[in-house]
């Protein structure tokens, strides 16, 4: 089973925002996919052929709780020796996570299985309720220079897409689909 998670804030106040591009390319690159509500996992998730499609619904800087819960569920994750949970664990084969990355410029996609945050709070969750920073990230830029500038990164990343930008994302997603 494949885990693939876009990284977000639920809301429709966060809709069509910068730090909602791994909800947005999973709607974009699943558009059949049938959501449901899971409580107990703090998320939203559908099946796809290979395994799961997970929206965490904690808001980003919490959504390692969710992911976390759902990999143990699933026994996706190393049990616990004792008081001792075994770290550094390669999950990169196991979880796939999207998510914006400010250091990137529009467009520009990366995959990594194995580094650190960068800063981003969706990821240092991640690599906290995981223990390990050994997983497949999909880190999609969203830096646009002509707009940043003098706005401070937190509120950035949480403006919305420009016209131009909504209609290169469908490209930037399919570009990443097989890879993913």
Same mark, same amino acid.
Do not use: C
């Given at each position: ?8 804030? @639920? ?33 939203? /998730?559908?099946? %796809? @052929? ?8 904690? %808001? ?9 819960? &759902?990999?143990? %569920?699933?026994?996706? &994750? ?48 991640? &690599? ?21 500038? @003098? ?24 570009? /990443?689909?097989?890879?993913?």
């Amino acid at each position: 089973m494949k885990i693939i998670v876009g990284l977000g804030n @639920p809301g429709p106040e966060y809709d069509n925002t910068r730090h909602n591009v791994g909800f947005l390319a999973l709607d974009t690159l699943f558009p059949d996919a049938k959501w449901k509500e899971e409580k107990r996992f703090e998320s939203l /998730i559908a099946e %796809y @052929p290979d395994g799961l499609l997970i929206k965490p619904q904690t %808001y980003m800087n919490n959504s390692g709780r969710a992911v976390q819960k &759902i990999l143990a %569920y699933y026994g996706l &994750i190393p049990k616990s020796f004792g008081l001792l949970t075994k770290k550094d664990s390669d999950l990169s084969e196991v979880i796939t996570v999207i998510h914006d990355d400010l250091d990137l410029s529009f467009g520009i996609h990366k995959i990594t299985n194995d580094s650190g945050s960068a800063g981003h709070n969706g990821i240092k969750s991640l &690599i906290s309720h995981l223990k390990t920073q050994k997983i497949k990230r999909v880190r999609i830029g969203v830096k646009n220079e002509l707009l940043r500038n @003098p706005i401070p990164a937190e509120k950035f990343v949480l403006g919305r897409f420009n016209s131009e930008e909504k209609k290169k994302l469908p490209e930037i997603f399919e570009l /990443i689909k097989e890879k993913i």
